[in-house]
């Protein structure tokens, strides 16, 4: 696999806010790993977004892991409790701990468990031979057992080499699931666990469930009669539908495809929903910071910056907006935000929040008019918005005070506290929250129930957005949970 | 007016939230004004809902209204201090009445007034020939004095029979603005005033700025041939968009127009920010109720419904949300609101609001079990929301307790406070933002610089949506004040 | 009134933000009305604060009144349909008018209407004989006739000259309550309704209810001998509290004396509940001003301060404090306000409101750089907040553009708009909601049947406040509705 | 000191939302440890309350413990790098990260830092021995290097045993200050430490800076005579303010003592505010919950409740509140939250918080009717809100899944997800902004200014408040930064 590269730098051209994220670059790409060299190596990676993402579900797993040995699952043979070994994990002995970190999960996927109860009896996917490439996280693990549960058999492998929560592998592997996957794969392994799933004697998939287009690029390249028994494709990242798109308008889609990344709640969770809450998290557990009475800036009032802005405001904080799109203006405007050129305020705000999705929003020149002690963060687009390169100059010391905060330290003394070297502050230094992970998983699993039971020619080989309303099941996507919010229930049901 | 085409299915589809209404009933509607005989006469005719929208900035009108004879303006000969006699109002005597009022109005219309300023030297509408049609109010009047200061000859007529300002009718006839238009005009005088609009010797205009098509209608009708030198329509209201589109269709549209009315920030206005501080100030007049600790089922949760749960949980108010679109439902779930179905808490809510656009959405049933004191009104569609009709039974008693306010007396004594009779609230009993027009205004004006200066072949003889962004003056749209937020503006120039 | 003691001094102390004012204005205050003499006579009086204050309870009267004949109600005599005329009215035929208010105003009283309930069984206050001197409003009409219901006998007064509501007066006098109190009373009728409430052959009260002190005063001067029988004064107003603690200093306080006004409860509601609603209420009513995006200083930030920036935050607008007090300094900040010295953002602001309880909190020298088209109105104490005084200069021109509503005019052309001449906009131009005055009513009644109850000997000749818990009763105060909130009274009584 | 006992249960004994705690407890508190006996050992002991309420700030600490050795540090003998050994700390290598932790706080401490700078050049401090027994943190070190940099000499060892951060400890030994104290300190070392402090040849301290009165305890026991030179003490704890006023009841105090506790700010900050941002921050850390749309009851509306639920609110949150005192239920009421009581929506939350101050508001009863995957914490007093103890029945199975995260499991399989075992989640599971612990330590501060130059005779040998004015130096008390908001610290000296 020659033509492949992977580097942390893979991680600039991921979406904005896009939860979990795919790390295996192709060779269009590949000019974007050199981009900061010096940065590679093993710290660099173990400093991934991706890990960082899922850091907080995984705390159990990183002393476990710390205690175990060195070899490779590759070459260990495993037997789980029934005597199966059609898996590939770290270690199976973990399954009892990954088993905690599901049902912990399960607590808050109430729309997915209620689609297991309610699809339950009839099994629409019944028959369905599902392999998936996404992150193995125990929200995974709750969305897997689901396809289970109406009737699907799963091969799995994950879409990072990071992010896998090993204990939920083998808790997965240890009810028969045939994961492979662990946390810290090299690129070889990453492929191999790939063609693990596909490539089964026995046993051809007729269902692919996708984050980031790898698995199906493999399937392309390396298989491509499996695509004469497959129904349809779930895509669930951005960067994955953009393949897609570009193999239908090339014309060589040869399945229907189901862009499960663009729907509207998928938007409003990740973005608005989910940044107000990170943003708080965010900085509460890198620097503590009151938000009462400080001044923050947000530059951009997209929903990322409505979502950061409206919890500052009701945590006390007083807040401008910088803004060039004249209507976004106009709606911070009416939402009680001052708008302001950022160098109106850039001597006087104690935290910059960077949501703009553009380039260099906040320059060298404007970090050395910050005041001493000001915070400056990114929720917006990669790493880019904050100009962090030009920081990188001999005048000024960084120092590493924790994880994901260095202070840098201009010649006079002055110290500006940057988040996460620039990067996203919500993956990076937040967790996402379960229930938005169940937005996705539970669409995903009906994107998969309507593919697979489709009469024929519904779909065509090109690239579909699942329906608003499909059927009844739909419903229960948008349902935060049925006990939970019982009206909510009844409203869909109303007329 | 058999030639008319005009009919009652065109005011059924009058928009939501339109903060300015046409009037001419035609004849399936006249029962309206016999529906209630012992409310009928010149008192329940002044009751009307457009009226009532402009109730507030003629206050001083009112009175002098009082003292008026009841000559109709059409058999009076007036002169203006200049001896000018080219207009038609009910008395010109009260010129300086109005130009007070205008002047109150400029105060909130800094968009207007800043447009007036950079485009003064230029004057980008001399020649501008422009026949108007619109509710004819203070703030129409800083809209036509701006079109005027730009270079434009303007003739302006009253697109309603009851809305027009008599008093600012006056001061725009005194500088010289061609005014045929007073309050409570017939169905013969509005048309007579659209005439003599149109039809004026040695003048023919070159631009139409309509609102409602009535003028436009008229034109087509009765003067073809003009349509030959008219280089677009501008129009703002729902009911003469639709009618454009219909023309265009036919392949009848014989210039371009410019639809006015769906642009997002006008939207946002008439629904979201407007409906926002409308449903505190229409419940507050009319009931002087406590919002703290109420509590309260707002039907709906579009950008209308978003407004009102807003306002009034600031104020202290515990609000349910009926909705049955499930990604809306999810919304109001997100953002704080308990999702219930209308009946689980008909029996404890101190205030019904409707903002669903549906019909019947609070029926009899429900109504029969409200709780004695509480208050049911309507901030959506038209006034079918609450079944009003169904109230109208011998064994329920109606006291009109104020106006706009009526009791509904149940056998038992209970009664529920009906507002504005089920029609729209946020325009019978409160009053639409000086600034909220000025938004409107500023687009119209807008669109007519666009249209008179667009080089021959830009535009098509279809209907057009204003460009985000029509060079350096569109910002001027969305610039609440240039100096009351003075860092908006720059924002708008940042790149 | 040479006898009389009263004097300014006593009006000066009139509580910030009572939402009922004393009105007989005594000597040194005459020069108030000959203030302005253009605007005096009978229309500047008609525009008195307490007039103002109620205008909304009594659009009703409004119309009767001015087809009402000029007689003096004194020489006139009148029959109500039970054929008894111990009471004096404007005219007995409003009666039904008035019982339509009445109904109006117990649909948000219900605390009282409980304890109506709850107590009418029991009779507690069987025996009483209470004279009352209060505004006669609907919502004091409830308080009557909660008494009556509650077994007391009741004759009352007004103790403002403008504030009765002629038609409620005619419905208490309908149902044989004896009332003497009619809207435009001149100084010598007050009096003179006064002495006929307690000055009756035959009926000699035992409970006293004052709003002010005047009535307390006058038994005094007159028939000191009727306190041998006096169980207790209820006494509501600043003024009259004021009075009754330097009675009792100088040891002339004859009776207990029970404090309602200090109430926690009733602190909260007239200043911060009640100002959040009233701010937007009296803000709208007069300049019909949007509030979102607005920029607006709110100088004070005690209760009234707190309500007024919490409600226009919430509306949208852009809000700053300024405050000396370092501790609401400090809670301004923490609640996500820029606290500011007025001169720093008097060039910028929209709107400045002031609730500070100081003097020339805004100087003319201010007003002079605030920009053009900006709204200055005051929430706190009394009308020396604003400067108005320095406005009244020849190079300035006033144009009344509103009831309330005054543009002042720079040589430059430059408006100010001024609201209520600086009085108080909570009083001139809102109205105070019915469930607010509910609290009031309530805890009169109680305090009503505490003293009257109480065993001798519990009460002195003191002052007291009412106890927080007054047996299972006085819950009821504070349950804005038992329906309405039904967990509320469940709470009471949890333990 | 045989009749001492230490024990973490000590803890249940310790002030509301006191940030930080004393720990040794007296013989009259020994009932209370013996309650959880199967809890104790190292493991109860390493989750000290005090120990996690600081765990982010020591992050730096953990590791570098991790590798020290296991000798006591008082067997080593230890210089610092200008050849001092005046002081016994772990490791004095360690204080470059603690220099480094301390400049961290310095960014949030502007008002101490703000005070340094005022008064360095005065040295009202110059001659004070101070003799401190304090929380030693990275917040503390600013306080002691603001004492020092006026003037003071300070000795100071731990009021707990736990919360020492090493590496500032060291940091603090390197610049000269005499520190005695380590985390995990033995009962014996405890006492060691504080016989170090106080009994030094050549030195005796003339200020007693005290936390828990454990200082002032040991003083009043072994060294009589030094309080001959004491002008006084300052007392930060609920405890040893208690402990000071029943020392004052009995006649023993002999020198005056300054109450930092019960100051406005204070409470404000350590309630309102701060659990404003803790109750979020604690749920997130330990659940990673997302609150939008989530079912919340608060019991209890005080400061405490009354900052939880505006959070929670303010993310999206439907909130519940109970409350038995009628005025806060009120409150709670006009705010816009249903107050109810808890069994109407015990079976229908997802989250439970108490914040009451009393025992038992929620019971095993209660627990066995919340729903599966429910969150159960305490916010308000001690660990005895929740009846955590009727949770450890055989029955129920108890699952530690995280640090402070406890599920515990009913036999048919649902899941209460217990936080911090019932102990207070703003203590245990989040963190004391330094903002927070900055308006302390200025108090703290300032009173021993206070007390240090107070005239002879101001104060008597009596337990004092701090002045709410305290000429120029106490607005830097109340001023969250000078520079960061400007405004703020202009409004102070306005007038």
Not at 350 to 369: A, E, P, Y
Request: with cysteine.
């Amino acid at each position: 696999m020659g033509e492949l590269s992977v580097s942390s730098a893979a991680f600039s051209a991921v979406p904005i806010h896009k939860p979990v994220k795919k790390q295996i670059q192709f060779v269009e790409d590949k000019q974007e790993f050199s981009r900061f060299p010096t940065k590679a190596g093993r710290r660099s990676l173990s400093r991934s977004i991706s890990q960082s993402s899922t850091d907080s579900y995984s705390s159990a797993a990183s002393y476990t892991d710390s205690s175990d040995d060195e070899t490779s699952p590759r070459d260990k043979t495993q037997l789980n409790s029934k005597g199966t070994s059609d898996f590939c994990v770290k270690n199976i002995k973990q399954a009892e701990f990954g088993r905690r970190e599901i049902e912990i999960a399960e607590q808050d996927m109430s729309a997915l468990i209620s689609l297991r109860k309610r699809a339950q009896g009839e099994k629409p996917l019944a028959g369905a031979k599902i392999v998936g490439c996404t992150h193995i996280t125990a929200q995974t693990a709750v969305l897997i057992e689901t396809l289970v549960a109406l009737g699907a058999q799963c091969r799995w492998t994950a879409c990072n080499i990071y992010s896998t929560q090993n204990e939920v592998a083998a808790a997965l592997s240890e009810i028969g699931v045939a994961v492979f996957a662990w946390k810290g794969e090299s690129e070889d392994d990453f492929w191999w666990c790939i063609d693990k799933c596909v490539n089964m004697e026995g046993w051809q998939p007729n269902m692919i469930l996708d984050d980031g287009g790898d698995l199906t690029h493999w399937v392309y390249k390396k298989y491509p009669n499996v695509f004469k028994k497959i129904r349809g494709i779930v895509e669930e990242s951005v960067t994955g539908v953009h393949r897609l798109y570009q193999l239908s308008k090339a014309g060589k889609l040869c399945v229907p495809a189901m862009n499960v990344n663009d729907s509207v709640t998928k938007q409003k969770f990740d973005n608005l929903y989910c940044c107000r809450e990170s943003i708080l998290d965010g900085l509460k557990r890198t620097t503590d910071v009151m938000f009462g009475g400080k001044q923050v800036v947000v530059c951009g009032y997209g929903e990322v910056g409505k979502g950061c802005t409206a919890a500052l405001k009701a945590m006390g904080s007083i807040v401008y907006v910088t803004e060039i799109d004249p209507i976004c203006a106009l709606q911070a405007c009416m939402d009680g935000f001052r708008v302001v050129k950022l160098n109106e305020v850039i001597r006087q705000v104690d935290v910059i929040i960077t949501c703009t999705g553009n380039k260099n929003v906040v320059t060298r020149d404007q970090l050395d008019r910050m005041k001493n002690g000001s915070i400056v963060c990114n929720m917006g687009h990669s790493n880019t918005e904050i100009d962090v390169a030009s920081l990188r100059t001999p005048e000024l010391t960084w120092e590493r005070v924790r994880s994901q905060v260095d202070h840098v330290i201009w010649p006079d003394g002055k110290r500006v506290i940057l988040l996460a070297e620039g990067r996203l502050l919500n993956l990076s230094c937040s967790t996402v929250p379960t229930f938005v992970l169940s937005i996705t998983a539970t669409t995903q699993a009906l994107a998969l129930i309507e593919l697979y039971n489709a009469p024929e020619g519904r779909y065509k080989q090109d690239v579909y957005l699942l329906p608003k309303k499909m059927g009844d099941a739909s419903v229960v996507i948008y349902t935060p949970s049925p006990t939970r919010n019982r009206g909510l229930m009844a409203a869909f049901t109303q007329n």
